[in-house]
């Protein structure tokens, strides 16, 4: 693949990224001045001291700064509707550094009316901008892809979290009224429980054939246990696993419950929890 098909990611191009790349070359560009002296700066005012030498610097930086952000901030909206080559970006960057030392070129001669030929002075301000802002570029770039890379890793390990606790919300433990572990059912094999005087017995699918288990405790325990588990109460007598449930339907006897396998009896829906759980089973305000 070319470098020409090869397309920057989109991260070098956000907002954060951008104002990085910015500041950062900044502060670079600053301290070069100052510990290199480029050009012979330092004796183009005479008898100038170091601090008024390095506000002087800072002007010429800040000035120069908004080249960069001039253009950074048009490749910001340009990549929003094209997607930017490699070829095309390292362009840019020269782009950049060819208008830069044009700037640091015609600074001494216009601004501090320094006696020097335009040609050799902007050979080099190309060389010297080139460290300035190559430098700071490779360095910041490299910073970026670590960044991304650790987003990702951080992205990749919350959904490895998430799935580890969908898995172990797979299995649904069940304890007696003493909190003793009784039974651990997977999710996908529980359909209902039904109240059974003192205990409750649940029903679930085990070897093809649905099976009960009696568990001495309350269908309210039970609700309160596994309130964010998809199990609803649609009756005093029952809790439903809504993920198993395939139709509600009207009879003459008013509403019930289907579900998605055969041989698993209907469960009604009585009048004191039809509206409840409608709401809790489709997500949408239902009138009682």
Not at 34 to 50: A, C, K, M, T, Y
Not at 86 to 114: D, G, H, K, Q
Not at 152 to 157: A, E, S, V
Request: aromatic residues 14%; contains cysteine; charged residues 20%.
């Amino acid at each position: 693949m070319s470098s020409s098909e090869i397309k920057i990611p989109r991260y070098i191009n956000s907002k954060k990224n951008i104002v990085t790349l910015i500041l950062g070359t900044a502060v670079f560009a600053l301290l070069f001045i100052n510990v290199f002296q480029p050009f012979n700066s330092r004796l183009w005012v005479e008898g100038i001291s170091d601090f008024k030498y390095f506000l002087f610097s800072s002007l010429i930086i800040l000035t120069a700064m908004c080249v960069i952000a001039i253009s950074r901030v048009v490749m910001f909206y340009y990549a929003k509707k094209h997607d930017i080559s490699l070829f095309s970006y390292v362009i840019w960057i020269f782009a950049e550094i060819l208008a830069m030392s044009f700037f640091f070129t015609l600074f001494p001669i216009f601004a501090l009316n320094v006696s020097v030929e335009f040609g050799e002075l902007y050979k080099q301000a190309i060389s010297y901008t080139c460290l300035i802002i190559l430098f700071p570029y490779i360095i910041l770039l490299l910073y970026f892809e670590l960044e991304e890379k650790n987003r990702i890793i951080k992205m990749l390990g919350a959904v490895q979290s998430a799935s580890q606790n969908e898995n172990a919300n797979a299995q649904m433990s069940f304890v007696d009224e003493k909190g003793e572990l009784r039974l651990v059912v997977a999710a996908e094999s529980l359909y209902y429980i039904e109240a059974s005087d003192n205990y409750v017995d649940i029903h679930y699918f085990n070897k093809g054939r649905l099976v009960s288990f009696l568990l001495r405790n309350s269908l309210k325990n039970i609700e309160k246990t596994f309130i964010d588990r998809k199990l609803l109460r649609c009756h005093r007598s029952f809790i439903v696993n809504s993920n198993k449930v395939k139709i509600i339907r009207k009879t003459e006897d008013g509403l019930c419950v289907d579900f998605d396998c055969e041989g698993v009896p209907n469960i009604p829906i009585s009048k004191t929890y039809s509206s409840r759980f409608l709401e809790q089973f489709s997500g949408v305000n239902v009138d009682a």
